[in-house]
């Protein structure tokens, strides 16, 4: 009866836990996860059973003993599960095994109760209610996936005039008014007075017009975000529904572009096809897929699971494996960027070295792709903009732009994205006392203002999950601000500098003629005060209001 019964409470849970990795990394996730749970049945639970069933009533040294032998299959069992739920099992690191062990009897004296439970007639109880879980773990998911489905409204016109808005040109600091904007299957046709297309259905818009915003440094496949920390609940709704809080987070605030900068590359590059071709809702997405580092660097040895690093990674360990990748990479996708890390956060063993970088990069040239590299260090940063990557993110770590670097930025004029909110978050992570983390960031705002100084082109990314998604853009603003930027000059980075760095400037980035309707209508002028971009009146994405306040 033991036995039985804690087969089916463990595999109760199962049906859920397949669901939620098929939805992340597909059949593989979802059969390596459902193993390993198995293997925590196996590991832990049955072995105890073997032991406790010659348990005689009274005789209370057989559970003492149980205890002890629970030890080792306790570790044991973790490091084999914990991959199954994202996380890495390191209990040598800081101590923590002092931490995994004081939780070793709550795991033990349950799993006693129910087998004594389950010698007797409540056992057919315990099998009944896993019996209920194990079906409600098959139903669940298919009801929260409906009920959280992010979709595109009902097509309306495929015309429309927008009168009434004063149109907002960031780059040029100024604002446009009398005009209408005519739009004609997703696209802008014209600007002109109203008297135009008076055919056309009018939509009154009293407010400021800006171009939907971009960011350009996003990880969208990530269940939990940083800042807010670890639910429950988000994590489900994410991966059962295809990550549409995340979608939604972007278009409710204004943000109409992404670029996913790394995660499981089958899943974005279907992502990016299905919000194309208008079956899932979410802002335009342009991926890396799998981003290239060394077989130890940086986030596969630091802050990726195996499973999540296989789907997502280009171990370059020679030059032949880094191609190979570089062109599996580019048959399931291809990619509309390459991204190298070339920098390990402090903690990885190794870094992609610069020879392998630079021939990855004129593999990206020869592809007609954009080149990206995450760097940390002025060597770092010098070794990529040498190599000839067209951006480098994460300057907010520099500590200090030393004139070599300077010199340069200002030969190669390369594209730069500070991600000061991700460094932000990661200094909270590392318990930074507050004032020390107000001085790193401003040094990070004194490099920033150097390196554009000496003539870098500055954008916006936010590295999501790193901070929130979506309104981590409007937050990347308010740093820019205090850096010394002018709202004028911010509202132009996350818009048409962004749009120059994706590749997109005949596209998007502007509310001009011949480019995209991606859109936002907000109430007060942005170039006054930025804060009104965090509440749009509505996001318009290719000529389609897909968001209201
Ligand atoms: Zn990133």
Known sequence: MYLTGSFFLLASPV???????????????????????????????????????????????????????????????????????????????????????????????????????????????????????????????????????????????????????????????????????????????????????????????????????????????????????????????????????????????GVTTIRDLGGPAVNVFRMRREIQAKKMLGPRLLAAGRLVTSPHGHPVSTIWTPSVSRSSAILASDQTAMLEGLDRNFSDGPPDVVKFVHGTIGRAHEELSADLMGAGIRWAKAHGLTSVVHAETPLEFEDAIRAGADGVEHAAYLGSVPPELAALVSEKRPFIDPTFGEYESDLILQRTPEEEREASLERSYQSVRILRQSGARIVMGTDAPMVDYGSGLHDEMAHFLRAGFEPWQILAIATKENAAYIGKSAELGQVAAGLRADLVLVEKNPLEDLETLRKPVWTMLDGQIIAHQ
């Open 15 to 253: 049906p859920l836990l397949a669901w939620m990795m098929f939805a992340s990394g597909g059949v593989t996730d979802a059969v390596d996860s459902t193993l390993r749970w198995m293997g925590l049945w196996l590991l832990y639970w049955l072995p105890l059973g073997i032991f406790w069933s010659s348990w005689k009533r009274g005789k209370w040294s057989r559970f003492f003993l149980g205890f002890v032998i629970s030890l080792p299959l306790y570790f044991i069992a973790l490091d084999a599960v914990y991959p199954a739920f994202g996380g890495n099992f390191q209990p040598m690191l800081d101590g923590r095994w002092k931490i995994y062990l004081s939780a070793t009897p709550q795991f033990y004296i349950p799993a006693f109760l129910r087998f004594l439970f389950s010698s007797r007639r409540t056992g057919v109880w315990i099998m009944r209610i896993s019996m209920c879980l194990f079906a409600a773990g098959v139903v669940f998911p298919i009801g929260v996936a409906v009920a959280s489905a992010y979709t595109w409204p009902k097509t309306s016109d495929r015309r429309l005039a927008i009168e009434g808005a004063h149109i907002v040109d960031a780059s040029a600091k100024r604002i446009l008014d009398g005009q209408t904007v005519y739009i004609q299957d997703g696209r802008i046709i014209e600007i002109g007075n109203s008297s135009l297309h008076p055919d056309w259905p009018r939509l009154n818009a009293g407010g400021y017009l800006v171009p939907g915003l971009i960011d350009v440094h996003t990880h969208l496949q990530s269940p939990v975000e940083v800042r807010p920390g670890f639910k429950f609940g988000y994590m489900l709704r994410s991966l059962i529904s295809g990550y549409a809080p995340q979608r939604r987070a972007y278009l409710e605030n």
